[in-house]
Each structure stands twice: as C-alpha cells, then as structure tokens.
C-alpha cells in the first residue's frame, strides 16, 4: 500500500474522529453510562487535535522566507500543545460530569448495542493510530505522533470504560461506573502532561537523538581521509527538520575556493545522507 502523506493521514484521522464520536455518542446515550460519556468526550477531542494538526503541518511545510530563513517546523509543536491543552478540558469535563453521579447514582441502561459500538469504535481508532505512527516516524512529524498517541491513549481508555461499566452492570455497583469515568479523567490528564512538556522541549531548540547524532557523525568521519577534521558539532529539531553546524578544521594553506568547496560537498553529503541541514565554519587546523 502506498505510504500517506502527513495531510492525507491527518484527513483520516479527523474522518475517524467523526466515525467515533457518532459510535460512542450512541453507546451513552444507548447505556446513560457516564463512562461512555467520558469516553465519547474524548473523541471530541481527538477531532479538534486532529484538525489543529493538519493547519499547523500544512503551515509547518510552507518554504522558508525572508522572516522565517529557517522554515516553519516549529509550527508542528503548536499543534501538541493544543492538543495537550484540549486534553486538559476534556479530563475537567469527565471529573465534573463523574463527582455529578458519584453523588447522583443512577442505574445503567442495555449494555450490548451500547458497548459493541464502543468496542467497534475503540478499533477504528487502533488502526488509524498505526497509520498515523508509520506515517509520522517516516516524515518525523511530531503532530503526528502526537495524534497517534492520543489514540492509543483513547483505545486503553475505551477498554477501561467497557471493562469498568459492565462490572458496574453485573455486580450493581453503579458507583463503578463514575470511579472508572474519573480514572479515566486521571489517565487523559496523564497524556495531555506528556504532550505539553514534549512540545515545550520542542520549542527550547532540543538536540537531535543519539541515532541521529551519531548518523551525522559517520558521514563527518568519511571525510577524514581528505585532511580535514571536525569540532562543536551542535544540534536541533525544529518539527521534521533537523539542524546541525560544525567547526571544518582543514590545512591552513588550502586556498578559500579549495575550502569552500569541500565544505558544499560535506553539507550536501550530510543533508542527503543524515537527513540533516548541515552548516560549517571553517578554520585553520593549527
């Protein structure tokens, strides 16, 4: 199958946001289960991050201009950062609506149509989250993983809320039902936390990986054989680009055109190789 565009995987994951809301929409109301309308909350805000996302990657992808010489990478980390935020509001909304019925209890209604809805609901958002992933890593998008994380979360989150409301049903613990819609609350919390303090770090001109330093490296060491060394390798993320600069120690009686045009084979050798927009300066090896 031929692999999505970020925008095409974007437009599938707002799709599958329209599908899950309609499906667990219907199992709460099909149930009354305040955990189902926890869940169904959830996909609420699935469909704005999703959204979100696709206007900051297509904003993130806009060639680089006089204002911005750089690019507009760092516009993906916006995009996690509402989508933290949004995650922060839904957990609100669940405790409330939870604390409300704790206090209230009421019994829950039919669970089979209800929860084969909610299950049904819980594997579109599986699939769509591999996508996303296979689709995000291959164009180190961090929107992308952000979204696909979020429904992996949703999908844990959905196997909770089944599991909590049918003990619920069968034992007669309605109270259950609100404990397990909280805990959930407690769990969406947990990933809007991880998502806001990834997209902070992204801002903060983060160092590549380890991985990729190392890639950048070896194709810096190939060149060793031609007189030239190199020092201060500095790194950064910036969304899907990434950025490195380095001190080029060559001869000191090489001549400037001699230099200048190493220094262009060794950048372009690092971009393609690395994937890694590389800038020398260059200085004399003694």
Not at 125 to 149: M, P, T, W, Y
Request: glycine share 10%; charged share 15%; hydrophobic share 50%.
């Amino acid at each position: 199958m031929r692999t999505l565009t970020p925008h095409q995987a974007l437009l599938l994951s707002i799709l599958a946001a329209l599908t899950t809301i309609g499906m667990k929409t219907g199992a709460w109301w099909l149930t009354g289960s305040v955990g189902y309308l926890s869940d169904a909350l959830e996909s609420l805000v699935n469909l704005a991050g999703a959204s979100f996302a696709l206007v900051m990657v297509s904003f993130a992808h806009a060639p680089a201009d006089p204002g911005h010489p750089y690019g507009h990478g760092k516009a993906e980390y916006f995009s996690a950062a509402f989508e933290g935020v949004m995650i922060f509001l839904a957990a609100l909304a669940i405790l409330a609506t939870a604390g409300e019925r704790l206090i209230h209890p009421q019994p829950i209604g039919e669970l089979g149509l209800g929860t084969a809805l909610s299950i049904g609901a819980s594997l579109v958002n599986f699939v769509v989250a591999r996508i996303l992933f296979q689709v995000g890593r291959a164009n180190r998008s961090l929107a992308l993983e952000a979204d696909a994380r979020h429904l992996m979360t949703d999908v844990w989150t959905t196997a909770g809320v089944v599991l909590g409301v049918g003990l619920a049903s069968f034992s007669g613990w309605v109270w259950l039902d609100p404990l397990v819609a909280g805990a959930v609350a407690l769990n969406i919390l947990r990933e809007g936390w991880g998502l806001m303090h990834r997209s902070v770090d992204g801002l903060m001109d983060r160092a590549l990986g380890d991985d990729d330093i190392e890639r950048i490296e070896v194709v810096l060491r190939s060149f060793s054989a031609q007189g030239c060394r190199f020092a201060n390798l500095k790194t950064r993320v910036a969304g899907s680009m990434h950025f490195a600069h380095v001190d080029l120690r060559l001869p000191g009686d090489w001549s400037v055109a001699r230099a200048h045009a190493l220094a262009d084979v060794i950048e372009h050798a690092v971009e393609s190789q690395a994937g890694a927009r590389l800038t020398t300066h260059i200085e004399p090896a003694d």
